[in-house]
């Protein structure tokens, strides 16, 4: 559906916040972009919906060329952005409703959909609030449910959970994959890795606007699937089977194959007596990625 | 054009809801400015004979309308970009065009209550006679329009600091040093000159004009200079509305 290629974007004053980047994204995918701030995250999505022209590259989107055609991107995009939505003067449901309609609902489907997303995402109860006024969560869900209430084939959320409560933020998740259900691509910006990694398929690590680490979570693990953390103020050097290590003043973080599970048990107590062996996540693939770049 | 139709008349309605706390403050800031230019500027002249009298009534509608579309306006939009509503508003699929119509609509719509006020508070209290042109609902139009498109240029083009600055001294520009409520050729040479390109003594021109018809006629250039602001104004607005970085 989308694809991506050799996309860079230097800014006038001379950052790059995009540096060669080569992506696909096929319909009925979860993509998450993880990467520090400033990491190019938010220019990539810029990109596609074409409020930022690319310096050089190639985006594909649907066939068509989205950098040419922006005002036809923005019909086949729903883009939830990082700023808050503006909000004033509308209550929740008058907000959802009008994006809807903007985006070329009809009434009545619009009135559906925006009844089941206040009811999916838990937010009924200020559905007829003044929404200025109401928290930073439901500020966020409704400016979610403000894009997706018509949604288009390829939908960008640039950190959608910010300031979400954990309930609601898996609330938000459950929706981002009926979407994918739908056979729409998602293009979702999060911080929050630990969560994202129920809801995404593939995962793209950016660093200083390049792509260092890509893959399903469960790819990216591979071959250090399992993490050992052992606190001791002794240096001491990594054996052969961990496959990255950082350490966190006394506290030594390494991964390891779940092959070597059982020599890295023994090699911990030799040493210490507190340590801990877990599955790894994505985010200590992504931190690590991100620190060897 | 359906599509442009249908996001103008919902982005009217998005643009009215978000307004309409605002719009009782600016009756009352513009009924305030009516009454104290037709009113309290009176009070600084010996004896209000009636050119004088003529100046100020029909300067207070004329100010109305710029205070709507050169202060009000303007702030509005820089405290938009200030919340992120521009920046959102560029991410919807709908024309750009369907965007700044729906605004200057709005805007338009704002100033009518107050424009109106502000004649009839003239009227009531010099007991004029005037003698209405047909091309009146046209130059209040071209007044308002210019007013705003003009304001919303500074607001598109320049920092949100900047534009309230530019604001304030459009306001003192405007009330003080142009030739709305008194007759041009009391200041000094070289302003009569900077006024012949700026477009306050214009709007003036065409608001007094349009209400009293003098026998010399309706002068056409006034309308001319107008429109050459109202197209600088709108190209502005446009050129930054659609800019990519």
Not at chain 2, 17 to 27: A, T
């Amino acid at each position: 559906m989308l694809h991506l290629e050799a996309l860079t974007k230097t800014y006038r004053r001379g950052v790059r916040a995009n540096d060669g980047i080569t992506l696909h994204v096929a319909a009925g995918q979860v993509i998450g972009l993880l990467g520090h701030n400033g990491a190019g995250k938010t220019t990539l999505l810029s990109q596609v919906i074409g409020l930022v022209r690319p310096s050089s590259g190639r985006i594909r989107l649907l066939g068509r060329d989205p950098v040419a055609d922006a005002a036809w991107a923005r019909t086949v995009c729903s883009f939830q952005p990082q700023d808050q939505a503006p909000l004033t003067g509308v209550t929740t449901r008058q907000a959802i409703e009008i994006a809807g309609r903007l985006r070329g609902g009809s009434r009545a489907e619009v009135r559906r959909r925006t009844a089941e997303l206040l009811a999916d995402l838990d937010i009924e109860e200020w559905a007829d609030s003044p929404a200025e006024r109401l928290s930073g969560g439901v500020r966020r869900l409704t400016a979610f449910s403000m894009a997706v209430v018509t949604p288009g084939r390829l939908v960008m959320l640039d950190e959608p959970t910010n300031d979400v409560d954990p309930v609601r933020r898996r609330l938000l998740w459950d929706q981002v994959r009926e979407l994918a259900a739908e056979d729409r691509a998602i293009m979702l910006v999060t911080h929050n890795i630990a969560e994202a990694e129920r809801a995404i398929d593939h995962a793209v690590v950016l660093d200083h606007g390049r792509v260092v680490a890509t893959g399903a979570p469960a790819d990216l693990a591979a071959g250090r699937e399992m993490r050992l953390e052992l606190t001791t103020p002794a240096e001491l050097t990594p054996p052969a089977w961990s496959r990255t290590a950082r350490r966190d003043g006394d506290r030594l973080t390494m991964t390891l194959a779940a092959t070597d599970a059982a020599a890295a048990v023994t090699w911990a107590g030799q040493h210490t007596g507190r340590f801990s062996l877990n599955p790894a996540s994505l985010e200590d693939v992504y931190v690590d990625a991100t620190l060897v770049a | 054009m359906r599509l442009w139709l249908r996001s103008y008349l919902l982005l009217v309605r998005w643009t009215a809801l978000r307004l309409r706390f605002m719009l009782p403050m600016f009756l009352v800031i513009q009924t305030f400015l009516a009454v104290g230019v037709v009113i309290g500027f009176a009070f600084l002249m010996p004896e209000v004979d009636p050119a004088t009298a003529l100046h100020l009534s029909t300067g207070a509608p004329t100010l109305g309308l710029i205070v709507i579309g050169m202060v009000m306006a303007p702030q509005l939009v820089a405290e938009s970009k200030s919340r992120g509503t521009f920046a959102y508003n560029r991410t919807l699929p709908v024309p750009r065009t369907a965007v700044l119509a729906a605004d200057l609509t709005t805007w338009l719509a704002t100033g009518l209550p107050g424009l109106v006020l502000g004649l009839v508070t003239a009227v009531l209290r010099f007991d004029l006679r005037l003698h209405v042109s047909w091309l009146v609902g046209p130059a209040m139009l071209l007044v308002a329009l210019t007013a705003t498109t003009v304001g919303f240029a500074i607001a598109y083009a320049a920092p949100p600091t900047i534009t309230n600055l530019a604001s304030q001294a459009i306001v003192f520009i405007a009330l003080m040093f142009s030739p709305i409520n008194y007759p041009a050729d009391r200041l000094p040479g070289w302003l009569q000159a900077v006024h012949h390109v700026l477009p306050f003594e214009h709007m003036a021109d065409v608001v007094r004009d349009t209400l009293t018809t003098p026998a010399s006629g309706i002068g056409w250039l006034p309308f001319a200079v107008l429109a050459g602001w109202c197209v600088a104004g709108l190209a502005i607005t446009l050129r930054v509305m659609t800019r990519r970085d």
